[in-house]
């Protein structure tokens, strides 16, 4: 399993550090400029209760700053998605994947979070496949904590970036973000 240690609310000299003794690391999109190697970002995080295009440059931006993954967080995990009922979520969620990933183009990997906190496994299967008919690369699969019971279900689909700080959180996950940064992950 690949960990990036995630830096949420970082000091830049905690991310130069992690940088310098080689970890991978995801960082908040106005902290690449300190952070070296492999890397990741958010766009949108945490509520993604941003503009679609304001998530889309941020992404764009990210990825020409080094980023090669990329977390976005859907209007969906707000409640706040434009145009949408409890059931009618697909159609806007897939118009703002596929704005997402006409931004950020391959090679850089492209995950959508779906928090699994906020959706049962069934909605979360149902958006995870219309993440991946819109072109997202990978699920994460919360917001500040990875609910692992999910896990298998929704690596059928994608595969799985696990977020929180203890080692079960990240089972049966492609990619762990390992939010407990002073852990020897």
Same mark, same amino acid.
């Given at each position: 399993?690949?960990?990036?240690?995630?830096?949420?609310?970082?000091?830049? @000299? @905690?991310?130069?550090?992690? #940088?310098?003794?080689?970890?991978?690391? #995801?960082?908040?999109?106005?902290?690449?400029?300190?952070?070296? =190697?492999?890397?990741?970002?958010?766009?949108?995080?945490?509520?993604?209760?941003?503009?679609?295009?304001?998530?889309?440059?941020?992404?764009?931006?990210?990825?020409?700053?080094?980023?090669?993954?990329?977390?976005?967080?859907?209007?969906?995990?707000? =409640?706040?998605? &434009?145009?949408?009922?409890? +059931?009618?979520?697909?159609?806007?969620?897939?118009? @703002?994947?596929?704005?997402?990933? @006409?931004?950020?183009?391959? &090679?850089?990997?492209?995950?959508?979070?779906?928090?699994?906190?906020?959706?049962?496994?069934?909605?979360?299967?149902?958006?995870? +496949? !219309?993440?991946?008919?819109?072109?997202?690369?990978?699920? /994460?699969?919360? !917001?500040?904590?990875?609910?692992?019971?999910?896990?298998? !279900?929704?690596?059928? !689909?994608?595969?799985?970036?696990?977020?929180?700080?203890? &080692?079960? /959180?990240?089972?049966?996950?492609?990619?762990?973000?390992?939010?407990?940064?002073?852990?020897?992950?």
């Amino acid at each position: 399993m690949k960990i990036y240690r995630t830096f949420l609310t970082p000091q830049p @000299e @905690e991310i130069i550090a992690a #940088c310098a003794a080689g970890h991978s690391v #995801c960082v908040p999109p106005n902290m690449l400029d300190f952070a070296t =190697g492999d890397v990741a970002s958010f766009a949108g995080y945490p509520t993604g209760n941003h503009h679609q295009l304001v998530k889309a440059s941020e992404a764009r931006l990210a990825a020409q700053q080094g980023a090669r993954l990329i977390i976005a967080v859907p209007s969906i995990i707000s =409640g706040a998605m &434009p145009g949408t009922t409890s +059931t009618g979520i697909h159609e806007p969620l897939m118009a @703002e994947i596929v704005l997402l990933r @006409e931004a950020v183009p391959h &090679p850089t990997t492209l995950a959508i979070m779906i928090d699994t906190q906020k959706f049962d496994d069934a909605q979360a299967l149902a958006l995870a +496949t !219309v993440a991946k008919t819109s072109g997202a690369d990978a699920i /994460c699969t919360g !917001v500040t904590e990875s609910r692992p019971h999910s896990h298998p !279900v929704l690596a059928s !689909v994608l595969p799985v970036i696990a977020i929180g700080q203890s &080692p079960e /959180c990240a089972q049966d996950a492609t990619i762990w973000l390992n939010t407990d940064i002073n852990s020897a992950e």
